[in-house]
C-alpha cells in the first residue's frame, strides 16, 4: 500500500518535466567519436547542472580527456543505508541518419513514443532517476541514508566509467544499486558475464597464384571459427540454459585480413584476425573457457605444410551476476512495484552485461536492473521510448528510494 507520505512525494513529479528534460538530454549528442573530438562532456554538464539545481552535494571527474562521470549525493541521516542509482551518459553511434524515420537526435514525440538515439538506451533512465530524487528532496522529508545517482561514461566501451567510480572510492557504503537499462521496468535481477577474446593468425603474405611461398593465415583462421562454433554448442550442452539468462553463447564480431595495410585481390594475407564476444552464465569460468580455445588453434598438419602462428588475448573478462531475490532492494522494488501498478513484477535477466557488473564484481553492491525501455531497441534505427514507462520506472524509483533508506520522522 502507498502511504499518504509516499503519495505526497509522487503528487510532486512533473510528469512534463520529466519528459522534456528526457528531450533535452536525448538532443545532446554523445557518442564517443575521439577522431571529432566528441564524447559525453556536454551531456554530462548537463547532468551537473540539474544536479546543482536539485541541491545535490555534486563531483564532476573527468576519467579521460572528455569523458567524464558525473555523481550527485543527496544526504540523509548517519549511519544509513545509501541506495545508488546508476546511468551512463554514452550512446552508440547513430549510423546513417538518413535511414531514420526521424533525426536520431530529435527526440520527436509520436504517438506516446519519443525517437531518438539514446531514448531508450539509456537517457531515459538517467533522467527517472534525476527526477526521483529531485521530487524526493523537494517533499522536505529527512531519510534515513543517502542517496546517490553515479553518471558514468564509456559503457558502451569498456566501462571505463564505472572502474574509475569503484577505484575512485565513490562504490564505498553503498548498499544496493539500481541499474537504470532499459528493461521495461521488469526486475532483473541476473546478468551474463562477457568475456572478448582477440585471436590472431600470423603467417607469411605471398602472391595469390603462389600460396606455397607464404604461410596463408586466412583458412587456418576459417578453421578455428568453425571450431568455435562446436564450442558453443558443447558448452550449452555441458551449462545448458540458465532459468533468466539462457544459454552462453560463442560470437565472431569483427574477421580482418589483413589486418593492416590495404587487402588486394591477388595478394595471400599474412596475418588474420578476429574477435570473439562470448556471454556466460552462471557456472562457466571465462579462464577455463579462454584455455580451451587456445588449445583448438589450428596446428602444423604434419604433412609439411606450415602452420601460422596463433596468438590469443583476452581483452576483457566480466563474470555473470546473480542477486538474491531475498536481498533487501529486490523486495523492496517487488513491493513497489505491486504497490504502483496492482500487478506483479516480472523478473528477468540481462542478456548483456552493463555497468552494474563491475559494481557487482568489483564492489560486492547488491544490483537490479530495472528502468524505461523496450527490451530489444537498443542500438537500432529508430530508437524509441515508451513514455508511460519513463513516467512508470521515475515513481518506482521514488517509492524505491524512500523504502529502501527509510524516513525519518
Same mark, same amino acid.
Given at each position: 500500500m502507498i502511504?499518504?507520505?509516499e ?5 510532486l ?10 528531450q533535452?538530454l536525448v538532443?545532446?549528442?554523445s557518442?564517443y ?7 559525453e562532456?556536454?551531456a554530462a554538464?548537463?547532468v551537473?547542472?540539474?544536479?546543482g539545481?536539485?541541491?545535490l552535494?555534486t563531483a564532476f ?5 572528455g ?11 548517519d ?5 545508488m542509482?546508476?546511468g551512463?551518459?554514452?550512446v552508440v ?26 531514448a531508450?538506451d539509456m537517457?531515459?533512465?538517467l533522467?527517472a532517476?534525476i527526477?526521483?530524487?529531485k ?7 529527512t531519510?534515513?541514508g543517502d542517496l546517490?545517482i553515479?553518471a558514468?561514461?564509456d559503457? *558502451?566501451?569498456?566501462? $571505463?566509467g564505472?572502474?574509475?567510480f569503484?577505484?575512485q572510492g565513490? !562504490?564505498e557504503?553503498v @548498499?544496493? #544499486?539500481? =541499474?537504470?537499462e532499459?528493461?521495461?521496468?521488469h526486475?532483473c535481477?541476473?546478468?551474463k ?6 585471436v590472431?593468425?600470423?603467417?607469411k603474405?605471398a602472391h595469390?597464384c603462389m600460396?606455397?611461398t607464404?604461410?596463408n ?6 578453421d578455428?571459427?568453425?571450431q ?6 558443447t558448452?550449452?550442452?555441458?551449462y545448458?540454459s540458465d532459468e533468466?539468462l539462457g ?9 580482418r585480413?589483413p589486418?593492416?595495410?590495404e587487402?588486394?585481390n591477388?595478394v595471400m594475407?599474412g596475418q588474420?584476425e578476429?574477435?570473439?564476444d ?7 569460468s571465462a579462464?577455463?573457457?579462454?584455455? *580451451?580455445?587456445?588449445a $583448438?588453434?589450428p ?5 609439411g605444410?606450415? !602452420?601460422?602462428?596463433? @596468438?590469443? #588475448?583476452? =581483452?576483457?573478462a566480466?563474470?555473470p ?5 531475498d ?20 523478473y528477468?535477466?540481462?542478456p548483456g ?10 564492489a560486492g ?5 530495472c528502468?524505461?525501455g523496450?527490451i ?7 530508437e524509441?521510448?515508451d513514455l508511460?514507462?519513463?513516467?512508470e520506472?521515475t515513481k518506482l524509483?521514488?517509492?524505491a ?5 527509510g524516513?525519518r520522522e
Amino acid at each position: 500500500m502507498i502511504t499518504e507520505l509516499e503519495e505526497r512525494v509522487l503528487s510532486l513529479l512533473d510528469e512534463d518535466q520529466i519528459i522534456e528534460w528526457t528531450q533535452e538530454l536525448v538532443r545532446i549528442p554523445s557518442v564517443y567519436r575521439p577522431d571529432r573530438g566528441e564524447g559525453e562532456e556536454e551531456a554530462a554538464r548537463w547532468v551537473e547542472a540539474r544536479f546543482g539545481e536539485i541541491g545535490l552535494d555534486t563531483a564532476f571527474e573527468f576519467v579521460e580527456p572528455g569523458r567524464p562521470n558525473v555523481i550527485g549525493r543527496w544526504r540523509g541521516a548517519d549511519g544509513g543505508r545509501t541506495l545508488m542509482f546508476e546511468g551512463h551518459t554514452d550512446v552508440v553511434t547513430e549510423g546513417d541518419p538518413n535511414q531514420w524515420t526521424y533525426p536520431p537526435f530529435s527526440a520527436q514525440i509520436v504517438d506516446g513514443r519519443m525517437y531518438g538515439r539514446g531514448a531508450d538506451d539509456m537517457k531515459g533512465g538517467l533522467v527517472a532517476a534525476i527526477c526521483a530524487v529531485k521530487a524526493v528532496v523537494e517533499s522536505g522529508i529527512t531519510l534515513g541514508g543517502d542517496l546517490l545517482i553515479g553518471a558514468v561514461c564509456d559503457e *558502451e566501451g569498456r566501462m $571505463l566509467g564505472i572502474k574509475d567510480f569503484v577505484d575512485q572510492g565513490w !562504490a564505498e557504503g553503498v @548498499d544496493a #544499486a539500481i =541499474i537504470c537499462e532499459p528493461e521495461e521496468n521488469h526486475l532483473c535481477i541476473a546478468q551474463k558475464g562477457v568475456m572478448w577474446v582477440r585471436v590472431t593468425a600470423t603467417g607469411k603474405m605471398a602472391h595469390g597464384c603462389m600460396p606455397r611461398t607464404g604461410v596463408n593465415s586466412a583458412y587456418p583462421m576459417a578453421d578455428f571459427l568453425v571450431q568455435m562454433h562446436d564450442l558453443e554448442r558443447t558448452q550449452i550442452e555441458v551449462y545448458g540454459s540458465d532459468e533468466l539468462l539462457g544459454e552462453p553463447s560463442i560470437t565472431p564480431t569483427i574477421v580482418r585480413s589483413p589486418v593492416k595495410g590495404e587487402p588486394q585481390n591477388n595478394v595471400m594475407p599474412g596475418q588474420t584476425e578476429a574477435v570473439l564476444d562470448v556471454r556466460l552464465i552462471p557456472g562457466q569460468s571465462a579462464e577455463k573457457l579462454a584455455s *580451451e580455445m587456445l588449445a $583448438l588453434c589450428p596446428q602444423a598438419d604434419g604433412q609439411g605444410n606450415p !602452420a601460422p602462428r596463433f @596468438d590469443v #588475448a583476452v =581483452i576483457e573478462a566480466r563474470a555473470p551476476t546473480s542477486t538474491s531475490r531475498d536481498e533487501p532492494i529486490v523486495r523492496v522494488l517487488d513491493q513497489a512495484y505491486r504497490d504502483l501498478t496492482g500487478g506483479e513484477p516480472v523478473y528477468g535477466g540481462v542478456p548483456g552485461s552493463t555497468d552494474g557488473t563491475i559494481l557487482n564484481s568489483r564492489a560486492g553492491i547488491p544490483i537490479v536492473t530495472c528502468g524505461p525501455g523496450n527490451i530489444h531497441v537498443p542500438h537500432q534505427v529508430d530508437e524509441w521510448l515508451d513514455l508511460e514507462q519513463l513516467i512508470e520506472a521515475t515513481k518506482l524509483y521514488v517509492l524505491a528510494a524512500m523504502r529502501f533508506v527509510g524516513v525519518r520522522e
